[in-house]
């Protein structure tokens, strides 16, 4: 099984800074594409950002500027390093990763569990 465990959420003032991390585990032969999703309450998920193996990066408009993504990959993990946050950026961010489990097997999509971003005014 492969699990994908998100930290590094919690609650800040706005213009503040906050560091996620997010670490895959399990039977791993190689992660494609990782990246952050997040999710408001009654709105849809969306992307924030997300990372190739050879570190190629797409962002959001909304956060291109603010937002960094970053990955590890001896260490199957990506972070997301957010700067001047703002209360628009309050919600559950989820991790996503396409991971192959087996040399000559095929790339499945994981979510981690969610870590909750709260941005105060």
């Known amino acids: 099984q492969v699990q994908l465990v998100e930290s590094g959420g919690g609650l800040v003032q706005a213009g503040g800074s906050l560091r996620l991390s997010c670490v895959a585990s399990?039977?791993?032969?190689?992660?494609?594409?990782m990246g952050w999703y997040r999710q408001a309450p009654g709105k849809q998920r969306d992307l924030v950002a997300a990372i190739t193996r050879i570190g190629g990066t797409n962002y959001a408009d909304s956060v291109k500027g603010r937002f960094t993504i970053s990955r590890d990959n001896a260490e199957n993990t990506v972070y997301l390093q957010m700067n001047n946050l703002k209360p628009e950026d309050t919600a559950v961010y989820f991790c996503?990763?396409?991971?192959?489990?087996?040399?000559?097997?095929?790339?499945?999509?994981?979510w981690g569990q969610g870590t909750q971003v709260t941005v105060s005014s």
């Open positions: 996503n990763a396409s991971i192959r489990r087996s040399p000559l097997g095929y790339d499945i999509n994981y």
């Open positions: 399990g039977s791993i032969f190689s992660e494609n594409v």
